[in-house]
């Protein structure tokens, strides 16, 4: 069955009569000017989000009236693209059976691929680095945390704001991070690949979702201290939970001292966002700390420009419509021609 990214990019091509499993996220009854009634359908699956107007006079209006946040559906109809996006004619909608909705939350075998593909290059670079309290650390991160790994978004809305987001993301700029490291000799690359691993861990909280299906919603913690200070707090745990498990890789007298190495990567947590305005406490002061903030970027907006090929159309030969917070109108990249 196809999905709703693959729905959105062949129906901007032309109109498409096909079913799609999707997950409701909001519903909500609205009325025109002239008191037409519709509901406004927001659902979501593994990697995209979609909102419809299901009008008084189709089949599907009824069925919303039985639905709520969370159910599992298969909408059907004629899909095309239009000036305000994805749209329906003549809509159906029904609840998955048992064995659909599994196969539904498994995901695609592509998604389920590169997830295995991610997890493991993150265990096999963590667990090659040298003996150290930066080694220690990530490795128990990975195994206390693997779960919310796995299901974390690595942001609401611009860049790998789906399920799984944060380990697409978080493996990609590790990739960046392990071939930029080598090039400068200022660079301790244990403290990078760190930094990497460690500049989003507050989002574990702030983004995640739910054990099955594809809903995160805003939470107390994430809302009220956000994820540079949440993820402070969380290595600080690790930290100290590594010392007591790992105690001569901690010890005063190992060079650099434990301490100078915990203030350096609490360091790059604290500035990868790269000026004060963009939310980060201090700016970046280290050379770990420079490359951590622009790998991020690069990797952020890259993201971006592929969500505006899958997304939006092509309005004149090689552009695309803008898409926020992108500049600009994206051009085709030479690559697609």
């Not at 909001?26 to 990697?47: M, S």
């Not at 639905?67 to 095309?80: A, N």
């Not at 691993?197 to 107390?220: A, T």
């Amino acid at each position: 069955m196809i999905t709703l990214s693959e729905l959105v990019k062949q129906a901007a091509e032309e109109p498409r009569e096909e079913e799609v499993s999707v997950q409701v996220d909001q519903l909500r009854l609205g009325k025109t000017q002239n008191g037409k009634p519709f509901y406004d359908l927001e659902v979501v699956d593994a990697r995209q989000k979609a909102r419809f107007k299901i009008w008084a006079e189709t089949d599907a209006f009824d069925f919303c009236s039985d639905l709520k946040s969370g159910d599992l559906c298969e909408l059907g109809g004629r899909f095309f693209t239009n000036q305000f996006g994805l749209n329906v004619e003549k809509p159906q909608l029904r609840f998955l059976t048992v064995s659909e909705t599994e196969t539904f939350l498994a995901g695609s075998e592509d998604s389920k691929r590169k997830q295995v593909e991610d997890w493991d290059f993150l265990q096999q670079t963590f667990t090659a680095l040298p003996e150290s309290a930066l080694r220690a650390v990530a490795l128990l991160s990975l195994e206390q945390h693997e779960k919310k790994w796995k299901r974390a978004a690595a942001a609401r809305t611009y860049h790998h704001a789906r399920r799984g987001g944060l380990l697409e993301h978080t493996s990609q700029m590790l990739r960046c991070a392990a071939a930029l490291a080598p090039l400068y000799e200022e660079v301790t690359p244990a403290l990078l690949y760190c930094g990497v691993l460690f500049h989003d861990v507050g989002k574990l909280w702030e983004n995640d979702y739910p054990d099955q299906g594809f809903i995160s919603q805003p939470n107390r913690r994430g809302e009220l201290i956000g994820h540079i200070s949440v993820g402070i707090e969380v290595v600080n745990k690790l930290w100290h939970q590594a010392a007591e498990l790992h105690p001569a890789l901690f010890a005063a007298e190992v060079k650099p001292s434990p301490e100078l190495v915990r203030d350096h990567l609490l360091h790059l947590i604290a500035s990868h966002h790269g000026q004060m305005e963009f939310g980060s406490p201090v700016t970046p002061r280290t050379p770990e700390g420079m490359l951590l903030h622009h790998i991020d970027n690069i990797d952020a907006k890259i993201e971006m420009l592929r969500c505006a090929y899958a997304e939006k159309e092509e309005i004149v030969p090689g552009l695309y419509e803008i898409r926020r917070p992108l500049e600009g109108m994206p051009a085709k990249p030479l690559s697609f021609y």
